[in-house]
């Protein structure tokens, strides 16, 4: 049975389109698109970003997007498409082995925790069982501390809409939503601008937060975050843009 990649590539040569006119139209990168159909998921930096581009790629064949991401996730669940792909196939008698075999793995495996456990908790010292086993918090896991401001704000509603204008300092996979509608699904280069016109929500998910700065109505605003971090159900509206935008003091600086 043909593999997704092999099928996409299928589609495409059917239809006499390059891969160069996929890359130009969607601007997704060439490297990103060969490995698609190569079958090399590991090139792409994560599931999220898989799914975008698979969307983007049977989009620009005139392909049901749906079906072909439905053919993705039944891969997805039935055996670790990434890893089917790089796996060497194995017989019938094979898996019937390595089925008969689970049992005893399991319970090595449960030994082996065990013994772990009992190397660290208990017989390491002054280890205490109680502390140790307390889950670490992370600064990034707890709820976001409230501004410092001088004096209390209520919160203003902007009836003029929302102007976002976007530019790129460095290449950024996005998707744009503008009261709902997807505006823009791709990647933008460096140098490249972005302008987004809402009545009342602008939408975003980022491949790399980093990597553009903006302003919201002609004020700047905050970074989304480190480069290459991935942000995911963005949403700006006119009653909480203020808290995207950099302090008056910051911007100056």
């Known amino acids: 049975m043909a593999s997704l990649g092999q099928e996409l590539k299928r589609e495409r040569e059917l239809r006499g389109i390059s891969l160069q006119e996929i890359a130009s139209s969607t601007r997704i990168s060439l490297k990103f698109l060969e490995a698609l159909e190569e079958d090399r998921l590991d090139v792409i930096p994560g599931k999220f970003f898989i799914r975008a581009i698979l969307?983007?790629?049977?989009?620009?064949l005139g392909l049901d997007e749906n079906q072909v991401l439905n053919r993705y996730q039944e891969l997805q669940s039935s055996f670790d498409y990434e890893v089917e792909v790089a796996a060497p196939k194995m017989s019938g008698s094979q898996l019937i082995r390595r089925r008969r075999n689970l049992p005893l793995l399991l319970a090595s495996f449960?030994?082996?925790?065990?013994?772990?456990?009992?190397?660290?908790?208990?017989?390491?010292?002054?280890k205490n069982p109680e502390t140790s086993l307390r889950p670490e918090i992370k600064p990034s896991s707890l709820p976001a501390s409230p501004p410092q401001v001088e004096a209390?704000?209520?919160?203003?509603?902007?009836?003029?809409?929302?102007?976002?204008d976007i530019s790129?300092?460095?290449?950024?996979?996005?998707?744009?939503?503008a009261d709902g509608a997807v505006v823009w699904d791709g990647i933008k280069k460096e140098g490249e601008s972005l302008q987004v016109r809402a009545a009342r929500e602008v939408g975003l998910n980022l491949g790399n937060a980093g990597g553009l700065a903006f302003t919201?109505?002609?004020?700047?605003?905050?970074?989304?975050?480190?480069?290459?971090?991935?942000?995911?159900?963005?949403?700006?509206?006119?009653s909480n843009c203020s808290e995207y935008l950099l302090r008056e003091e910051e911007s100056e600086s």
């Open 55 to 60: 969307r983007s790629y049977a989009k620009s």
């Open 110 to 126: 449960s030994v082996i925790l065990a013994l772990g456990f009992i190397s660290i908790f208990v017989l390491a010292p002054g």
């Open 152 to 164: 209390p704000k209520t919160e203003e509603k902007n009836d003029k809409g929302l102007n976002l």
């Open 168 to 177: 790129f300092l460095e290449e950024t996979w996005l998707q744009v939503f």
């Open 216 to 238: 919201i109505n002609g004020k700047k605003g905050k970074p989304f975050g480190p480069r290459g971090a991935v942000r995911k159900d963005i949403r700006i509206t006119t």
